[in-house]
């Protein structure tokens, strides 16, 4: 059967301009554009590395910003800029920016662990007993977070360097 044997049979086409059906349409074709690249993503992409995972092995260069207790009742944030090496078995070689000396302190032994998205680490220098926990977002070498739970509200803003980009100071 020729188009014009089946169009004289079926008549012509006529489109459909309702709302429901341009809803339809426009909801199908959103649908089928998206649906190949999330099953390619499913299917092919690699699993993204766990915080912990991301950290081990790297650099934590980052700001903190921490309370401490002020005269009359008040607080005040105190700033720790600090580098820190972050090694896979939970320890880290920490260094922290003295204003004072304007310098880095020398390289000192830490720990920091890892529990979904919350870094606990120990932060020489920032008041306290020295252990924040903060809970931290991750996008490509970029740093955040913020403290978590009912302890100690602390502010992190930094980024991860590859490796060890801590010289020791002798």
């Known amino acids: 059967m020729t188009n014009d ?3 004289s049979r079926l008549g012509r086409a006529r489109p459909v301009h309702d709302g429901a059906s341009s809803a339809l349409a426009l909801l199908t074709a ?3 554009a998206v649906a190949p ?6 299917a092919g992409a690699a ?4 915080l912990g995972d991301r950290l081990a092995g790297n650099t934590l260069s980052a700001v903190a910003f921490v309370p401490h207790e002020a005269p009359r009742g008040g607080g005040e944030l105190t700033r720790v800029v600090f580098q820190s090496f972050m090694r896979a078995d939970g320890s880290a070689l920490y260094r922290r920016w003295d204003p004072a000396r304007d310098a880095y ?3 000192a032994e830490t720990h920091w662990n890892v529990a979904g998205d919350t870094l606990c680490m120990d932060v020489p220098g920032s008041g306290g007993d020295g252990r924040l926990c903060m809970e931290v977002h991750v996008w490509g070498p970029r740093i955040a977070g913020n403290g978590t739970g009912t302890g100690r509200f602390a502010m992190l803003d930094g980024n991860i360097e590859p490796g060890n ?6």
């Open 5 to 7: 044997a089946l169009t």
């Open 30 to 32: 959103a649908v089928l």
């Open 37 to 42: 690249a999330s099953v390619a993503r499913a």
């Open 47 to 50: 699993p993204t590395p766990s």
């Open 105 to 107: 302190t020398a390289p």
């Open 165 to 170: 980009t801590i010289v020791a100071q002798r």
